[in-house]
């Protein structure tokens, strides 16, 4: 079965520090999204990309997030400058047509020192 | 605005014994509902979707959920539940258009007893 993929799984970076995580959609799909996952809490949506651009994005996703797709298969998350408030879980998901179920990748744990 | 709301934040269930899991959401117009199961330190997965159609829909590992409109609630049922099933449970609902973000529970962890 077809799977996102991401990459690194943990990842520990210190404060203010820029940090990119990684993530392989499925190939057919169309509609990619990043949500997270601090300890303890419930998932929350960050943003979602179509057509090589934002298509929604929550109060979370300020100025210090930023989203592409470099080359037609990776999707990347970048923070510019991270916070001790950073420190989640990130999960990648991926949608063929925008209206039903996502596949999720199994993360990527931030931790911010 | 969209939410979803899982009463219980921990459930423990015997081994055998049947299990339902509560979820309530609210929604302005028919939503598309879902259940996913994390396993610790694992990613989401997917367990079943309902979107129009039969109130009573089937998923994977044994679980189903009923759509109930008048009662706005979506809850997981299984009729006998393994030790595997441990794990924590999540109900969310789609807000619609081409987006379709999701919009979850604080989740209910589910501990079986042998």
Redesign the interface.
Known sequence: EPEVTQTPSHQVTQMGQEVILRCVPISNHL?F?W?RQILG?????LV?F?NNEI??KSEIFDDQFSVERPDGSNFTLKIRSTKLEDSAMY?CAS?EQ??????????TRLTVV | AQSVTQPDIHITVSEGASLELRCNYSYGATP?L?W?VQSPG?????LL?Y?SGDTLVQGIKGFEAEFKRSQSSFNLRKPSVHWSDAAEY?C?V?S????????????TLLAVQP
Request: charged letters at 10%; glycine letters at 20%.
């Open positions: 509609y999204y949500y809490q419930k998932v929350e949506f979602s179509y298509s929604e999960f949608n925008g209206r039903y179920g996502y596949t999720f990748g199994s993360g | 598309y879902f996913y694992q990613g989401l997965q997917l979707k979107f999540f969310a789609g619609g258009g081409a987006t379709n973000k999701l919009i979850f529970g604080t989740g």
